[in-house]
């Protein structure tokens, strides 16, 4: 881990790129993707209120992020076709709940409310959705994106981000991967929190987003863990994916989430677990919490446990964890405590690798894109709320925790 950096020092220089703008100018609509994030395969215009796109791959063998502007459009709506649906990460009666979103601005979204699942034949469809023109440009994604710029508003908002906030590692592009320690920096024990190793799971940020919110006293409720516990967090491993519009699972030459191993091919993966064990000798990590998002079929949130073969002690923190958290999750989202796929770890993945080394408890966060178990679908702040529920139940596990004598 290299020396913590005050903030004015810490920036994540993501350019914008020529963005593609298919069709003749003057005859109809453009698809743009010149901004961060922005990502979109083959387009094409249908007519001035029709058109088709392809999920871009980006070298992910199933695509799944979309994220492009519609500029110049003159009719009130623009229907959208996903043509390459059923080559995307998900059954194809996933897509029957899935909502999309939109935005005049790339900061304010809404969902759309017009879908269908269009079938072809037996085998064979597309996914279809209408977006209200709400501007000169209408942004589209899958979810609601979330980007470095959002990571640099959120890190101005922590009072003590200067104190804390450090880099784990340069990207292969050159970028700051970024880390920040909270709580007690002489504490007898820590707990860990990483998102987006998949730059296209966006959930993963902004419950991130809540968990820092707490954890640096942004929200009026106070942690008591925070005085013996110190909480690190990983806001966004892939920050190249991030700021390409990737999808990024399974994206050669390693999955992110399959490189957890005594020498991993990614830097990031490299330098985060030679963090945790440096911190581990001084502060025996007690729980990891790695944040994800799972693809359209899943409507719902829920958590990966330790396996079938976890021990009593972790059986019993994970088994308080569900239900504190349960009791501290939105209503939005409605999570109970039997919320919990018990399959055994990836081979190479954090939770494999981490459970381990470091022989602590380490749960996989699976956010919804679209529907929860509640039937509503979900919003940006639900995923900031139940990121502050993550750390309400963490800091209720630690306290129930004797300190050692």
Known sequence: MTEDLRLPRFRLPFRRSSGRQPGAPGRGPQVLTDFEGGGVGAVSLLAPDHLRFDAAAEE??????????????????????????????????????????????????????????????????????????????????????????????????????????????????????????????????????????????????????????????????????????????VPMVDVDGVRHGRYGKDRPPVDYNRDWRPHPSRPEVAALIGAMRQAHVRQPIRLVLDLHAPHHGDASCYLFGAGTEIDATRARRQARFLTYLAAAGPETIGFRPTDLRSDAPPPASARSYLQQAFQTLVLTVEMSYHLAQSGRYLTSADYVCFGRALARAADRCLLDEPEPR
């Open 60 to 233: 992910s063998p199933r695509p799944l992020w979309f994220y492009f502007c519609i500029a110049g459009a003159q009719a009130p709506a623009v229907r959208c076709d996903l043509r390459n649906a059923d080559q995307c990460l998900g059954p194809r009666r996933g897509w029957r709940t899935a909502r999309p979103v939109f935005s005049p601005d790339g900061k304010t979204w809404e969902r759309v409310l017009q879908t269908e699942y269009v079938e072809h034949t037996q085998d064979a469809g597309y996914f279809s959705f209408v977006v209200p023109v709400v501007g000169p440009r209408t942004y589209v994604a899958y979810c609601y994106p979330y980007g470095g710029a959002e990571l640099e508003q959120l890190l101005l908002r922590i009072p003590q981000a200067g104190e804390v906030s450090g880099v784990l590692c340069q990207s292969p592009e050159g970028r700051p991967v970024p880390y920040l320690r909270l709580g007690e920096p002489q504490a007898y024990r820590s707990v860990w929190i990483i998102a987006r190793q998949h730059a296209g799971e966006t959930p993963a940020s902004y419950t991130a987003e809540g968990v820092l919110e707490l954890l640096a006293g942004l929200e009026p409720a106070s942690l008591p863990s925070l005085h013996d516990t110190a909480y690190y967090v």
